[in-house]
């Protein structure tokens, strides 16, 4: 079966623009996570949502939010780009909610210029 | 607050020789314990967790609630184990979200 997606691979923007990540789980899995991946801070968790609503959410500001859709894709806004926003956005897609096996995807290489 | 320390972010060894990545914890719980590998240019995987206690691809990690550790083991290293390996923790009302630490750098000379 087709594992995690994630749209785009690449992305520029300038910084006080606004981005928008696309994340298509595993058929049938209801559980999405999105995490942000540095060099300095390795791998931090964003927010994670189950059947359309957001469970937990990180130490991240408010400038980031998410959403899930009925067919479980979920999305990730982040508003006003700072340079340090820069980062590999990687989502997990999970069939229960427990983080027994976390599938990932290969990720959006977000640049802020 | 849960935390996860992978003490060496390098790690170098030769074909053949024993390797052990190192993984302590902080959890005030019964957390769930895996083991992520990342290849170069491929995505983050799942390599084994704790509660399976099985091998996989001759690695090997138990886990060790005294020491609030799990260590990754593996008796004899080859090169196609180069890779990076993230320890990561989740805990009984953590969802599916994971804690990963910093990760270390195996790389297996010939």
């Known amino acids: 079966k087709a594992g995690v997606t994630q749209t785009p691979r690449y992305l520029i923007k300038t910084r006080g623009q606004q981005v928008t990540l696309s994340c298509s789980p595993i058929?049938?899995?209801?559980?999405v996570s999105w995490y942000q991946q540095t060099p300095g801070q390795g791998l931090q968790f964003l927010f994670e949502?189950?059947?359309?609503?957001?469970?937990n959410k990180g130490n991240f500001p408010g400038r980031f939010s998410g959403r899930q859709f009925s067919n479980s894709r979920s999305e990730m806004n982040v508003s006003t780009l700072e340079l340090g926003d820069s980062a590999l956005y990687l989502c997990?897609?999970?069939?229960?909610?427990?983080?027994?096996?976390?599938?990932f995807g290969q990720g959006t290489r977000l640049t802020v210029v | 607050a849960q935390r996860v320390t992978q003490p060496e972010k390098l790690l170098s060894v030769f074909k053949g020789a024993p390797v052990e990545l190192k993984c302590n914890y902080s959890?005030?719980?019964?957390?769930?314990l895996f083991w992520y590998v990342q290849y170069s240019r491929q995505r983050l995987q799942l390599l084994l967790r704790?509660?399976s206690r099985e091998s996989i691809k001759g690695f090997t990690a138990d886990l060790n609630k005294g020491e609030t550790s799990f260590h990754l083991k593996k008796p004899f290293a080859q090169e196609e184990d180069s890779a990076m390996y993230y320890c990561?923790?989740?805990?009984?009302?953590?969802?599916?979200?994971?804690?990963f630490g910093e990760g270390t750098q195996l790389t297996v000379n010939p």
């Open positions: 959890y005030s719980g019964s957390p769930e």
């Open positions: 997990a897609s999970s069939s229960r909610q427990r983080a027994t096996e976390a599938f």
């Open positions: 949502y189950f059947s359309e609503t957001q469970r």
């Open positions: 990561a923790l989740s805990g009984p009302t953590s969802g599916s979200r994971l804690t």
């Open positions: 704790h509660i």
């Open positions: 058929s049938g899995h209801r559980s």
